[in-house]
């Protein structure tokens, strides 16, 4: 399935700016390239960075990090249960929440590979379990329609748009 066949009726508008930095690829080959980039960058980070911040009242590398793992872990639930045709709605989740609960900083680069990869895995295990007609089937989150492709190119989207600013401003 690709990103172009994602009608817009199927997510908020909100998320536009992270499926718009994907261009128009497979979400499953997306999820496995986005690993592989996210997991080459992380091993070559040192140790030390991951408690960088690049300006006061900024997250730091290894928050950002688990903030990525969060989002995806929220997004995953959030695809399982629409694909379920389970009709409850679903909350918001507040990031500036998560974040300082998160415990970053006791937090070391192996831990967060071995934690990204076993998130990532489940995405992909998830994912690749859809047929087509699970794929398209809608559920609400924090007020809006979302279907269940939607979900994980924004897993894929939210990732790239975290890259981009790791890239810019933490590297």
Not at 9 to 20: G, I
Not at 152 to 168: P, V
Request: aromatic share 10%.
């Amino acid at each position: 399935m690709l990103r172009s066949e994602l009608p817009s009726s199927e997510y908020n508008p909100f998320y536009q700016t992270y499926l718009l930095a994907l261009g128009d690829v497979d979400l499953v080959q997306e999820l496995i390239r986005g690993r592989d980039e996210l997991v080459a960058l992380l091993e070559e980070i040192p140790e030390d960075r991951l408690s960088f911040a690049y300006g006061e009242g900024k997250w730091t590398l290894a928050e950002v990090l688990l903030h990525i793992m969060d989002a995806e872990r929220v997004f995953q639930y959030r695809a399982l249960c629409f694909a379920r045709n389970d009709q409850t709605p679903f909350p918001g989740f507040d990031q500036d929440e998560y974040v300082p609960q998160s415990n970053a900083s006791a937090r070391t680069k192996d831990d967060l590979l071995k934690e990204y990869k076993a998130i990532r895995e489940s995405s992909l295990c998830l994912f690749n379990s859809f047929d087509d007609e699970i794929l398209k089937r809608v559920g609400v989150a924090s007020g809006s329609r979302m279907s269940v492709r939607a979900m994980g190119f924004i897993i894929s989207g939210h990732q790239a748009h975290h890259l981009k600013i790791i890239h810019k401003k933490y590297l």
